[in-house]
Nanobody, 121 residues
């Protein structure tokens, strides 16, 4: 079994910062991309940023220059540093990773339970 757990959400004023963390645990043989998605009320879930095992990153246009994704492969952890937050960043943020469980030959997508970020104006 693979578990994905996020932490670090909360309430912050516009212009403030938050750092989200996500750690994968369990019987993991290998990990490919990890990333962050978000879902605001009444909207579809969207990609915020993702990062390959080698460190290549990809960002949504709406967060470029404000958010930074990073990962610690030794800890199976991915981070999202969010600066200059705006009210429109308010959403539930979900961690996603593509993992190969130890008892499988295939990779699967796993999701965390989500952490809420609220940015007040």
């Amino acid at each position: 079994q693979v578990q994905v757990v996020e932490s670090g959400g909360g309430l912050v004023q516009a212009g403030g910062s938050l750092r989200l963390s996500c750690t994968a645990s369990g019987s993991i043989f290998s990990i490919k991309n990890m990333g962050w998605y978000r879902q605001a009320p009444g909207k579809q879930r969207e990609l915020v940023a993702d990062i390959t095992t080698g460190g290549s990153t990809n960002y949504a246009d709406s967060v470029k220059g404000r958010f930074t994704i990073s990962r610690d492969n030794a800890k199976n952890t991915v981070y999202l540093q969010m600066n200059s937050l705006k009210p429109e960043d308010t959403a539930v943020y979900y961690c996603n990773g593509r993992f190969r469980p130890a008892d499988s030959l295939f990779f699967y997508d796993y999701w965390g339970q989500g952490t809420r970020v609220t940015v007040s104006s």
